[in-house]
C-alpha cells in the first residue's frame, strides 16, 4: 500500500530526494566518505554550499541587493536574531498576530525590548488580519508577520508596501509562491516544512539591514555571517546538501511556480470537499486559508480517534491536529503529491458514508 505522510514538520521529502540520498550515502562525489564526513572548508562541501546558495537566488528570483545567509537555531533561532540585529533606531516593532507561532515570535521578543506593538486578531484567528487594519505607528524599526500560520491553518496572501521593513517567518510556506522583494525586506525559514531536513535556517535579508551589532552573539549576528559566507562556524552540512538536492528537484519540475500551481490545485481538493460536506468543518475565511496546512474538524468529535486509526489503516499517517487545537491537520507541503491528496479525500468520503 502506498503511504502518505501528512506531518506538519519535519515532513516529507521528495521520493526522488532520499532515493539520491541513500545512493550518496557511502561515498559522496567518488571520495569514499559520505558527506557528513567530509570537511565543511573542502572542495566537495563548498560547491554543495555555493549551489544551495545559488539555487535559493534563482528559484526565488533574490534581487543582488539581498544576501542569502545559513544559520542554526531554526526559525525560534529567528525569533531572536530578528530583534537582536534590526531593532535599533526606535527600539520598537509591531508584530502581527495572527496566531500561535506569532505569539512565539513575539514572545522571544520580549525578552529584548517592552516596546511593542501588537496588531491583534480580531476574529479569534479566522483569517489574516489586511495591512490597511494594522494600525502601527510610524516610529517602528520593523513590521513582523508571520506568513503562514502552521498550527492556525493561515496564510498571507498581501504584499504590502509599508514605509518601514517588513519582515516574514515564511517556515512552513517558503518555496511555494514567488515571494515579492519590494515588500518584503527580510524572510526566514526553517528547512524541515518545505525544503529540507531539520537543522538549517534560511534568512534571505536586504543589504540595508545589515549593520555592526557588536552586543548579537557572533552566529545569531546577520553581518558576521554574511562576512563569513554562512561559515563562520561548521554549518549543519548534511541538512545543506539535502536542502540542495529538494530545491534542485524543484527547479527541475518548473521552479516555484510549478510548486504554486499544484499547491493551489491541492489545497482547493481539499478545501472543497471539505466545504461541500456537514460532517467536516474548517472555520478559516476563504481569503487567508492556508494552501500548506489544512485544520480539519469532525464535528462529532467522539470519532477522532477512529478516523486517525483507520487513516493509518489506510496509509494516511500524521494526520492528528497539533495538541493545542486539537481535531486534524493535513499539511500538503511541496513533496506531497496531488495524488495523495486526492487518496486522502477518498478516504475522508468513506468514512463520512461509514459514521455519518
Ligand atoms: C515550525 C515553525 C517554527 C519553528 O521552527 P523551528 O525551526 O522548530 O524553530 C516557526 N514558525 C513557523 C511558522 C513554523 O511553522
Redesign the pocket.
Known amino acids: 500500500m502506498q503511504k502518505y505522510n501528512f506531518s506538519a514538520?519535519p515532513s516529507v521529502l521528495p521520493k526522488p530526494v532520499v532515493e539520491k540520498i541513500k545512493s550518496e550515502l557511502t561515498s559522496y562525489n567518488g571520495t569514499g566518505y559520505s558527506i557528513m564526513e567530509l570537511s565543511h572548508r573542502g572542495h566537495d562541501y563548498i560547491e554543495v554550499h555555493n549551489k544551495t546558495k545559488q539555487l535559493v537566488r534563482d528559484l526565488l528570483d533574490v534581487p543582488e541587493n539581498f544576501e542569502i545567509l545559513f544559520l542554526q537555531g531554526?526559525?525560534?533561532g529567528q525569533f531572536s536574531a530578528v530583534p537582536l540585529n534590526i531593532l535599533s533606531l526606535y527600539c520598537k516593532a509591531g508584530y502581527v498576530d495572527s496566531g500561535q507561532?506569532a505569539k512565539k515570535a513575539i514572545k522571544e521578543y520580549l525578552i529584548y525590548s517592552d516596546n511593542i506593538e501588537i496588531k491583534e486578531s480580531l476574529d479569534n484567528y479566522k483569517s489574516f488580519p489586511p495591512s490597511k487594519d494594522w494600525g502601527f505607528s510610524k516610529n517602528l524599526d520593523y513590521i513582523h508577520v508571520?506568513h503562514?500560520?502552521?498550527i492556525n491553518g493561515i496564510e498571507m496572501f498581501e504584499d504590502p508596501r509599508l514605509s518601514m521593513p517588513l519582515i516574514a517567518?515564511m517556515?512552513?510556506n517558503i518555496f511555494s509562491r514567488s515571494i515579492d522583494f519590494n515588500s518584503f525586506d527580510l524572510v526566514y525559514a526553517?528547512a524541515?516544512?518545505n525544503f529540507g531536513p531539520a537543522g538549517l535556517?534560511l534568512v534571505i535579508i536586504n543589504k540595508k539591514l545589515i549593520t555592526d551589532r557588536p552586543k548579537a552573539s557572533s552566529i545569531m549576528n546577520y553581518k558576521k555571517i554574511c562576512e563569513n559566507d554562512s561559515m563562520l562556524n561548521t554549518p549543519p552540512t548534511f541538512s545543506v546538501y539535502v536542502a540542495s538536492l529538494v530545491l534542485g528537484w524543484i527547479k527541475s519540475l518548473g521552479g516555484v511556480s510549478t510548486m504554486e500551481k499544484n499547491a493551489q490545485e491541492k489545497s482547493a481538493l481539499l478545501y472543497d470537499y471539505i466545504d461541500s460536506t456537514n460532517f467536516y468543518k474548517n472555520s478559516i475565511e476563504s481569503n487567508s486559508r492556508s494552501r500548506m496546512n489544512v485544520p480539519f474538524n469532525i464535528l462529532n468529535d467522539s470519532l477522532n480517534n477512529t478516523f486517525l486509526s483507520e487513516a493509518s489503516d489506510n496509509g494516511l499517517f500524521e494526520l492528528k491536529g497539533h495538541r493545542s487545537v486539537g481535531g486534524f491537520r493535513a499539511s500538503i507541503y511541496n513533496a506531497m503529491p496531488v495524488e495523495g491528496v486526492k487518496v486522502l479525500i477518498s478516504f475522508m468520503k468513506d468514512f463520512e458514508r461509514k459514521y455519518g
Open positions: 514538520g531554526g526559525a525560534t507561532w508571520t503562514n500560520e502552521t517567518d517556515s512552513s526553517g524541515q516544512k535556517t
